[in-house]
């Protein structure tokens, strides 16, 4: 993605360490909340990759094109569980984000860029519609799940010893996380 490399990095580390997360719940978990933490871990890693600063690695258009494949079939695959639930159409809306993103970056590494505006894949007179639509979609994501994320205080005399797996409370936080995290990769789009 463009922008500073600091940014990039903390992308890298709060996208690896949710789809790391993530992968450690899987485990925990079985059925439909299984294959969401896999998809979200898919998410997850999939946007610490993108976010690496080119400092680090100058990714292709290959590499892009490869990105744009792999979140268009897990979109693909996610078609059916939208129709039934929000979360399985939030996670649909975030996999065509990756894909839209994707292309864009794919389309930027192949153009000879003339401006500063051809560079970071905006027209002059903006930013384009889509992703100012997404823009939108994720904020209104991440305040109203926001507002909706509240402590859960553990019942007196409870052990501490539950397992971060085992965590439900870090799986909205986890979510809400990534949507800034999307944000921010929109924004340096």
């Known amino acids: 993605m463009h922008g500073p490399a600091m940014s990039g ?3 890298v580390t709060l996208c ?3 789809g790391a997360y993530c992968l450690v719940r899987m485990r925990s978990c079985s059925g439909g909340a299984r294959e969401a ?3 979200e871990a898919l998410m997850g890693l999939g946007m ?3 976010a690496l600063p080119t400092a680090l690695v100058e990714q292709t258009g290959a590499a892009w094109v490869v990105y744009a494949s792999v979140f268009a079939l897990a979109a693909l695959r996610g078609l059916v569980p939208a129709r039934h639930s929000a979360r399985h159409l939030h996670h649909l809306v975030g996999t065509l984000t990756m894909v839209y993103m994707a292309a864009a970056m794919a389309a930027t590494s192949h153009a000879a860029p003339a401006s ?3 560079r970071s894949g905006h027209p002059a007179s903006g930013i384009p519609l ?3 639509g997404l823009l939108a979609y994720y904020t209104v994501y991440v305040l109203r799940s926001g507002l909706r994320l509240t402590p859960v205080a553990a019942p007196a005399g409870s052990a501490a010893a539950v397992s971060l797996a085992a965590r439900t409370e870090l799986a909205p936080a986890c979510r809400i996380a990534m949507a800034l995290a999307m944000l921010a990769m929109l924004l340096a789009l």
């Open 130 to 132: 889509v992703t100012a």
């Open 48 to 50: 610490a990759a993108m």
């Open 9 to 11: 990095w903390l992308l």
């Open 116 to 118: 500063e505006a051809a």
């Open 37 to 39: 933490a896999g998809g």
């Open 16 to 18: 690896g360490a949710t």
